[in-house]
């Protein structure tokens, strides 16, 4: 067993065991399914993730404050429905994409009001 004091010696281990982790699961999935390590097959896995990757950056940061946030799939949400009143009314697709973004930083920063001075528990 490693102990503290080793481990505090490379500061990278965490990111380094992730990284063996991430290729004995990619050695795993293509043994299983060959397709799924083409090149292809990640590019379009890659394109339909990003909406997961910007949820998980804001919740990592929660989590690691020891906090718990379910708003944001909700402010998620909002911004998406801005997003897709203001293309149907006609509004550019930058316009219409800026007001998505307002929308969601506005619904993102009444909570972070709610949480931070009114003292609302953020799961609420």
Known sequence: M???????KYPFWHETVMGFLLLIF???MGMAE????SWQSQRELST??????LL???MT???ITSGIDLSIGSAMAL???ALGLCFEA?????????????AGGLAGALNGVFVAWIRVHPLI
Do not use: D, N
């Open 2 to 8: 490693i102990s503290r004091a080793q481990m505090s």
């Open 26 to 28: 990619l050695a795993a």
């Open 34 to 37: 060959p397709a799924f390590i």
């Open 48 to 53: 339909h993730i990003w909406e997961l990757a």
């Open 56 to 58: 998980a950056i804001p």
């Open 61 to 63: 940061l929660i989590i």
């Open 79 to 81: 911004a998406a429905v």
């Open 90 to 102: 006609g509004m550019s697709p930058w316009t219409a994409s800026l007001i998505a973004i307002i």
